[in-house]
């Protein structure tokens, strides 16, 4: 039984029906260079060539910037198999990547360091 959203691929009692590396085809490097807080953005551009369902997942949750630890997140995915994902997009120009702050006007934006701050705190 699939839940809501979920598609064919996610059986609420037994989890997962595809192994995670199955998605990256066994692959477990990337070719870009990509941490949990790296940014991903979607370009707009058209992808070449055949992409399975999650990049087109992800192409859709990139249309504003994502840190790569989110983008696995919402893919339910190891951040490795991911990070794959990623590079593969990256590579065909779909996605465009930086660092933390490459995305937004005011890097150093009040409320951001903030909440940054307010984050650390709590895990102190």
């Known amino acids: 039984m699939t839940t809501a959203g979920d598609g064919p691929w996610l059986d609420e009692a037994a989890g997962r029906l595809v192994r995670p590396f199955t998605v990256s085809n066994g692959r477990t490097r990337p ?5 949990l807080m790296s940014q991903v953005l979607a370009t707009g551009g058209a992808p ?3 992409l399975g369902p999650e990049h087109a997942q992800v192409i859709d ?5 994502l840190p790569v630890a989110e983008v696995a997140a919402h893919l ?5 198999v991911t990070k794959v ?5 990256v590579d065909c120009g779909a996605l465009t990547t930086g660092p933390p702050a490459a ?4 890097p150093t934006d009040r409320a951001l360091l903030e909440a940054v701050l307010d984050g650390l705190r709590r895990q102190l």
């Open 85 to 89: 994902l990623l590079s593969d997009l």
């Open 61 to 65: 949750l990139c249309r504003a910037p």
């Open 103 to 106: 995305f937004h006007h005011n």
């Open 31 to 35: 070719t870009v260079a990509l941490d």
């Open 48 to 50: 070449l060539g055949y």
């Open 76 to 80: 339910r995915l190891p951040v490795a």
